[in-house]
């Protein structure tokens, strides 16, 4: 194989260096400072392919018409014969002995089992006997985690023959330490129960009060259901889309929307339900209290924000927390009690009676909860969700810092300031990798779901290599020799999920990253020069190592595997296969396994630490290490960020090993939680003094059945949302109703929503599976688009859908240039969503006039580029005001963005790694221009609207949402600007549906 040296170069100059050193000159070895001897760093290391176990039973034998008691054990071992994760089939050996009746007795199996579907069989050679049997097994885990919480099952065997038995016993696994030990426990979160025994005093019918009730819970019923105007669509699937049906359901909730516009003439639909509801909740309060109807609204608006404060906190937040879980009971009727408490207590405090304003209360939430089972809800769904407006008035979630507040008080997550984003394109993030590693001081932790031994041909995977051996190897070469002087040795942290683990054939590099200092690398003979890299890097670190006399020292002091366990990457394969965690709520017989629930972080942390709000960086990347991630035509963003905000990530990491068995005290010490350091907070001050102004609420969810605040963040974020918001979304995986619904309701509410799926021909291999559920749900919206634009644009609201189909080749920026031109010249509005000045447009034309003269007459692709078609994968949001965009578009400072854009397209800075990292001095240039513009605007403006920037691992499917582990960073503020022009460029590569039927053109059913 031959190693292109533009990219190898780049790296060993991150690194520091071009070659291995061979040697050193001894330097005095200082003393190290006290207490900084390094503790041992323990780690879940790499699941082995043997799994030994322990079997203890009772049972009878018959024999020779003679029934006999038995009692023995046995010990064996299980493989997988395919991957683990599915259990679909393995063997097992075994040696068993006992006795029967009163003889004793022994002899070995041999087996096939399925621990998915817990059954196996095989052949028995019983040595008393002297005769083979054959054998059936049962085995299950009688509770998850199995019996004891270590993985132990229940296991009945059946030997049949002329000598049958049957045995009933306890299989323990043996030498597995986190079996049963690496999934929760509960499957559901638990809601509070009522403890209310007797209904409160009820509201006299045919008074003033009862009918303006009746009114708020006219209003109510309307709140809801523009909430959920795509569940009246009959959700989604993936089989045949029944247009006729969609129609239908449209043409009815057009015409109920059109009856209803007489009743509150002049205001956009839901502007008007929404207020009237408002307005008859603070009019019943202010009656309850015995004003006269005249002054009543104003009477009541002090005890209904009291009321709808308590409620958004008691009811609204804690539900709509367990968003993507089960949940036990499934009611609103504890978290109403609770809040009921509380606002009795509120109430004790207030002059006046009470008993009318408690029953005004009680009638509230009673049409609450009829209009939320009404519509669906309840029932073991995890995907319930209450409205925001039916706590909140709009003047309450106007402004950034309003919103800001209540994300905050939603997710329980500070919104830190102090800190730096930086928006970087998918071919940056190997060599952004590779710096963080070389220049770790503390630590480097690389969280990913792959890391690829191989490639999809089988061989070895180029950045697989490139990272261990010019990443890792180099890196701990270089601290060894430095270990003397400093005294530091950083601890190379790796925390890798068991599917990419199993999937990519990690064990290949980690094999060398867990075992640098003697372990072999064997590799096919053509791949001969990674194999020489290799040895030269393992020969260095081995002799800065032996040259090290403080290693020396501390090998003497603490044993010989001390250097071993040192010198390394500290592997750690979260959430293996154990089929000991089962559900019914997961598909399989009798019960699924909860292996099918992944962990998709992908995530990098250097020497960030709760202590200090300047230390280190973090990575928050779609892209994983791996060489079909490195090709140019995988469309990806990454965030690199500095500051504060980067803690909460450690603190995920934390959890993440503690929830796979590690222990407290077992922790790695820099993951260990860090106290402030005394300037903290004027250290933030500093940093903001400074320019890193960026506020950021990182957002997690937790593998399995755990917190969903990643999908929690993100559907808040679209439900707090004012009219007037611009709301962008582009993702991979479209499947889940949950995520349209959601939009769908911020358009009705008066934001335009531009949804963005890739087409088949642009989708990558990994979200192809899920491409006729995305057909089917983007159908549905088009229609809904189609017959309500004109109902949603009254309120101020719209809906686009489009699907990625840029064909334009990589590499070739006068091609990119020219779809984007004319997909605007194409869709007017989205030439509205950026109404760039005359003086702009002529910029652009000038740029691709400049690229097509440079453009070769024999276009020549990259010869790197495998794949000529971009495949989108990015994750990536943006929400704005609308007012504020359109005056930044006409900004001067935007104009010098895209012109400089325009620059970076031709100069290919950012499209393949080969190219080298972005200069210093330009690493700001585009989005430092356009927050420049933004400083520019009116501050009344700046004040008085919003901007979100959102990126992460979650995609829009069922799985993110239920099942898998994830993770978004929020970007509040001008820094989330970043991303603004960046959708002006996916926009551009986009086919906007305007006609159903190209649904099916670009994604076209299955056969």
């Given at each position: 194989?031959?190693?292109?040296?533009?990219?190898?170069?780049?790296?060993?100059?991150?690194?520091?260096?071009?070659?291995?050193?061979?040697?050193?000159?001894?330097?005095?070895?200082?003393?190290?400072?006290?207490?900084?001897?390094?503790?041992?760093?323990?780690?879940?290391?790499?699941?082995?392919?043997?799994?030994?176990?322990?079997?203890?039973?009772?049972?009878?034998?018959?024999?020779?018409?003679?029934?006999?008691?038995?009692?023995?054990?046995?010990?064996?071992?299980?493989?997988?014969?395919?991957?683990?994760?599915?259990?679909?089939?393995?063997?097992?050996?075994?040696?068993?002995?006992?006795?029967?009746?009163?003889?004793?007795?022994?002899?070995?199996?041999?087996?096939?089992?399925?621990?998915?579907?817990?059954?196996?069989?095989?052949?028995?050679?019983?040595?008393?006997?002297?005769?083979?049997?054959?054998?059936?097994?049962?085995?299950?885990?009688?509770?998850?985690?199995?019996?004891?919480?270590?993985?132990?099952?229940?296991?009945?065997?059946?030997?049949?023959?002329?000598?049958?038995?049957?045995?009933?016993?306890?299989?323990?696994?043996?030498?597995?330490?986190?079996?049963?030990?690496?999934?929760?426990?509960?499957?559901?979160?638990?809601?509070?129960?009522?403890?209310?025994?007797?209904?409160?005093?009820?509201?006299?019918?045919?008074?003033?009060?009862?009918?303006?009730?009746?009114?708020?819970?006219?209003?109510?019923?309307?709140?809801?259901?523009?909430?959920?105007?795509?569940?009246?669509?009959?959700?989604?699937?993936?089989?045949?889309?029944?247009?006729?049906?969609?129609?239908?359901?449209?043409?009815?909730?057009?015409?109920?929307?059109?009856?209803?516009?007489?009743?509150?003439?002049?205001?956009?639909?839901?502007?008007?339900?929404?207020?009237?509801?408002?307005?008859?909740?603070?009019?019943?309060?202010?009656?309850?209290?015995?004003?006269?109807?005249?002054?009543?609204?104003?009477?009541?608006?002090?005890?209904?924000?009291?009321?709808?404060?308590?409620?958004?906190?008691?009811?609204?937040?804690?539900?709509?927390?367990?968003?993507?879980?089960?949940?036990?009971?499934?009611?609103?009727?504890?978290?109403?009690?609770?809040?009921?408490?509380?606002?009795?207590?509120?109430?004790?405090?207030?002059?006046?009676?009470?008993?009318?304003?408690?029953?005004?209360?009680?009638?509230?939430?009673?049409?609450?909860?009829?209009?939320?089972?009404?519509?669906?809800?309840?029932?073991?769904?995890?995907?319930?969700?209450?409205?925001?407006?039916?706590?909140?008035?709009?003047?309450?979630?106007?402004?950034?810092?309003?919103?800001?507040?209540?994300?905050?008080?939603?997710?329980?997550?500070?919104?830190?300031?102090?800190?730096?984003?930086?928006?970087?394109?998918?071919?940056?993030?190997?060599?952004?990798?590779?710096?963080?590693?070389?220049?770790?001081?503390?630590?480097?932790?690389l969280w990913m779901d792959a890391f690829q031994g191989t490639d999809?041909?089988?061989?070895?995977?180029?950045?697989?290599?490139?990272?261990?051996?010019?990443?890792?190897?180099?890196?701990?070469?270089?601290?060894?020799?430095?270990?003397?002087?400093?005294?530091?040795?950083?601890?190379?942290?790796?925390?890798?999920?068991?599917?990419?683990?199993?999937?990519?054939?990690?064990?290949?590099?980690?094999?060398?990253?867990?075992?640098?200092?003697?372990?072999?690398?064997?590799?096919?003979?053509?791949?001969?020069?990674?194999?020489?890299?290799?040895?030269?890097?393992?020969?260095?670190?081995?002799?800065?190592?032996?040259?090290?006399?403080?290693?020396?020292?501390?090998?003497?002091?603490?044993?010989?595997?001390?250097?071993?366990?040192?010198?390394?990457?500290?592997?750690?394969?979260?959430?293996?296969?154990?089929?000991?965690?089962?559900?019914r709520r997961l598909p399989g017989f009798p019960a699924g396994a909860?292996?099918?629930?992944?962990?998709?972080?992908?995530?990098?942390?250097?020497?960030?630490?709760?202590?200090?709000?300047?230390?280190?960086?973090?990575?928050?990347?779609?892209?994983?290490?791996?060489?079909?991630?490195?090709?140019?035509?995988?469309?990806?963003?990454?965030?690199?960020?500095?500051?504060?905000?980067?803690?909460?990530?450690?603190?995920?990491?934390?959890?993440?090993?503690?929830?796979?068995?590690?222990?407290?005290?077992?922790?790695?010490?820099?993951?260990?939680?860090?106290?402030?350091?005394?300037?903290?907070?004027?250290?933030?001050?500093?940093?903001?003094?400074?320019?890193?102004?960026?506020?950021?609420?990182?957002?997690?969810?937790?593998?399995?059945?755990?917190?969903?605040?990643?999908?929690?963040?993100?559907?808040?974020?679209?439900?707090?949302?004012?009219?007037?918001?611009?709301?962008?979304?582009?993702?991979?995986?479209?499947?889940?109703?949950?995520?349209?619904?959601?939009?769908?309701?911020?358009?009705?509410?008066?934001?335009?929503?531009?949804?963005?799926?890739?087409?088949?021909?642009?989708?990558?291999?990994?979200?192809?599976?899920?491409?006729?559920?995305?057909?089917?749900?983007?159908?549905?919206?088009?229609?809904?688009?189609?017959?309500?634009?004109?109902?949603?644009?009254?309120?101020?609201?719209?809906?686009?859908?489009?699907?990625?189909?840029?064909?334009?080749?990589?590499?070739?920026?006068?091609?990119?240039?020219?779809?984007?031109?004319?997909?605007?010249?194409?869709?007017?509005?989205?030439?509205?969503?950026?109404?760039?000045?005359?003086?702009?447009?002529?910029?652009?034309?000038?740029?691709?006039?400049?690229?097509?003269?440079?453009?070769?007459?024999?276009?020549?692709?990259?010869?790197?580029?495998?794949?000529?078609?971009?495949?989108?994968?990015?994750?990536?949001?943006?929400?704005?005001?609308?007012?504020?965009?359109?005056?930044?578009?006409?900004?001067?400072?935007?104009?010098?963005?895209?012109?400089?854009?325009?620059?970076?397209?031709?100069?290919?800075?950012?499209?393949?790694?080969?190219?080298?990292?972005?200069?210093?001095?330009?690493?700001?240039?585009?989005?430092?221009?356009?927050?420049?513009?933004?400083?520019?605007?009116?501050?009344?403006?700046?004040?008085?609207?919003?901007?979100?920037?959102?990126?992460?691992?979650?995609?829009?499917?069922?799985?993110?949402?239920?099942?898998?582990?994830?993770?978004?960073?929020?970007?509040?503020?001008?820094?989330?600007?970043?991303?603004?022009?960046?959708?002006?460029?996916?926009?551009?590569?986009?086919?906007?549906?305007?006609?159903?039927?190209?649904?099916?053109?670009?994604?076209?059913?299955?056969?």
């Open positions: 194989m031959t190693l292109r040296a533009p990219f190898v170069l780049g790296l060993a100059l991150a690194a520091g260096h071009v070659r291995p050193l061979r040697g050193q000159a001894p330097e005095p070895v200082p003393p190290p400072p006290a207490g900084t001897v390094p503790e041992p760093i323990r780690s879940l290391g790499q699941p082995g392919p043997w799994k030994p176990y322990l079997t203890l039973g009772l049972g009878y034998a018959r024999e020779s018409g003679e029934d006999l008691g038995l009692a023995g054990g046995a010990l064996g071992t299980y493989r997988d014969l395919f991957p683990s994760l599915g259990g679909r089939l393995g063997w097992q050996a075994e040696a068993y002995g006992g006795t029967v009746g009163s003889d004793l007795d022994g002899g070995g199996r041999l087996m096939l089992r399925s621990p998915f579907y817990l059954l196996g069989g095989g052949l028995d050679f019983n040595a008393r006997l002297g005769q083979f049997r054959g054998i059936a097994s049962l085995q299950f885990p009688p509770v998850r985690g199995g019996l004891f919480g270590r993985g132990a099952e229940i296991r009945l065997d059946w030997l049949a023959g002329e000598a049958q038995a049957v045995q009933l016993g306890v299989q323990l696994p043996i030498g597995e330490p986190r079996a049963g030990r690496t999934r929760p426990r509960r499957e559901a979160v638990r809601l509070p129960r009522s403890a209310r025994t007797a209904p409160g005093e009820p509201v006299p019918d045919g008074s003033a009060l009862a009918r303006e009730l009746e009114r708020m819970s006219d209003a109510a019923r309307w709140v809801f259901r523009f909430s959920e105007v795509f569940g009246e669509l009959g959700g989604a699937g993936s089989g045949a889309v029944d247009l006729g049906a969609i129609e239908a359901a449209v043409v009815r909730l057009r015409s109920d929307l059109l009856e209803r516009d007489p009743a509150r003439p002049g205001r956009p639909p839901y502007e008007r339900e929404l207020l009237a509801y408002h307005a008859a909740l603070e009019r019943a309060f202010g009656l309850a209290g015995g004003t006269p109807d005249s002054t009543a609204q104003a009477a009541g608006a002090a005890t209904a924000r009291a009321a709808r404060t308590i409620v958004l906190e008691e009811v609204i937040f804690p539900y709509d927390a367990a968003i993507g879980r089960y949940k036990e009971p499934d009611t609103l009727e504890g978290l109403v009690a609770r809040a009921r408490a509380r606002f009795a207590g509120w109430l004790a405090g207030q002059p006046g009676e009470t008993r009318a304003a408690l029953a005004t209360f009680d009638a509230w939430m009673e049409a609450v909860r009829q209009h939320w089972r009404g519509i669906g809800q309840g029932g073991g769904s995890t995907r319930s969700w209450l409205p925001l407006g039916l706590v909140l008035r709009p003047e309450e979630h106007r402004t950034q810092a309003q919103v800001d507040e209540l994300l905050a008080r939603a997710t329980g997550e500070e919104m830190t300031g102090g800190n730096a984003v930086l928006y970087l394109q998918a071919g940056q993030f190997q060599l952004a990798l590779s710096r963080t590693i070389q220049d770790a001081e503390d630590y480097h932790l999809r041909s089988g061989q070895p995977d180029r950045i697989g290599f490139y990272q261990s051996a010019l990443g890792y190897l180099s890196a701990l070469t270089r601290r060894v020799r430095e270990y003397d002087r400093t005294g530091r040795l950083p601890a190379y942290i790796l925390l890798l999920d068991m599917e990419g683990w199993e999937q990519g054939a990690s064990r290949l590099w980690l094999d060398l990253l867990e075992r640098p200092l003697d372990h072999r690398m064997e590799l096919p003979p053509r791949y001969g020069a990674m194999a020489e890299v290799i040895a030269a890097w393992q020969d260095s670190l081995r002799q800065a190592v032996a040259a090290s006399r403080r290693l020396d020292g501390e090998a003497e002091a603490f044993g010989p595997g001390w250097v071993r366990d040192r010198v390394k990457v500290h592997v750690n394969v979260l959430n293996p296969a154990d089929f000991s965690f089962r559900s909860d292996n099918q629930m992944r962990d998709r972080r992908r995530l990098v942390l250097r020497d960030v630490t709760e202590a200090n709000p300047a230390a280190g960086e973090m990575l928050v990347s779609g892209v994983a290490v791996g060489d079909r991630f490195t090709a140019p035509s995988w469309e990806d963003r990454i965030l690199l960020v500095t500051g504060p905000a980067a803690a909460a990530a450690k603190r995920e990491a934390r959890a993440a090993l503690l929830g796979n068995g590690l222990g407290e005290t077992d922790l790695p010490a820099p993951l260990r939680e860090a106290t402030r350091i005394p300037d903290f907070g004027p250290m933030v001050g500093l940093l903001e003094a400074a320019g890193s102004t960026a506020r950021i609420l990182q957002a997690h969810n937790a593998t399995g059945w755990g917190e969903k605040e990643a999908s929690f963040a993100q559907l808040l974020l679209w439900d707090l949302a004012p009219p007037g918001t611009v709301i962008y979304v582009a993702d991979d995986r479209w499947t889940d109703p949950l995520w349209v619904t959601r939009l769908l309701a911020a358009a009705v509410r008066g934001c335009e929503v531009f949804l963005v799926a890739p087409s088949l021909a642009n989708a990558p291999a990994e979200a192809r599976p899920a491409m006729p559920a995305t057909r089917h749900l983007f159908t549905r919206l088009a229609v809904v688009g189609q017959e309500l634009g004109d109902i949603l644009r009254h309120g101020g609201g719209d809906l686009h859908v489009g699907l990625y189909t840029r064909r334009a080749p990589v590499g070739i920026p006068s091609a990119k240039l020219w779809e984007v031109d004319t997909t605007y010249g194409k869709y007017a509005f989205l030439r509205a969503q950026f109404p760039f000045p005359e003086a702009t447009s002529h910029m652009l034309w000038e740029h691709r006039g400049r690229m097509d003269s440079a453009r070769p007459a024999v276009e020549t692709p990259p010869a790197d580029r495998r794949e000529a078609v971009p495949r989108l994968h990015r994750r990536v949001q943006f929400l704005g005001s609308r007012e504020l965009l359109d005056r930044l578009a006409r900004r001067p400072e935007v104009h010098d963005a895209l012109d400089l854009t325009m620059q970076e397209w031709s100069e290919g800075v950012t499209s393949s790694p080969e190219r080298g990292p972005i200069p210093a001095q330009r690493r700001f240039g585009v989005a430092g221009r356009v927050m420049a513009g933004f400083d520019e605007l009116p501050a009344a403006l700046q004040d008085t609207t919003l901007l979100y920037l959102i990126l992460g691992t979650t995609a829009k499917d069922t799985a993110s949402l239920v099942q898998d582990g994830g993770a978004v960073t929020v970007v509040s503020g001008r820094w989330s600007l970043s991303a603004w022009l960046d959708f002006w460029a996916l926009f551009g590569s986009t086919t906007w549906i305007e006609r159903v039927e190209e649904v099916d053109e670009l994604i076209p059913p299955r056969d």
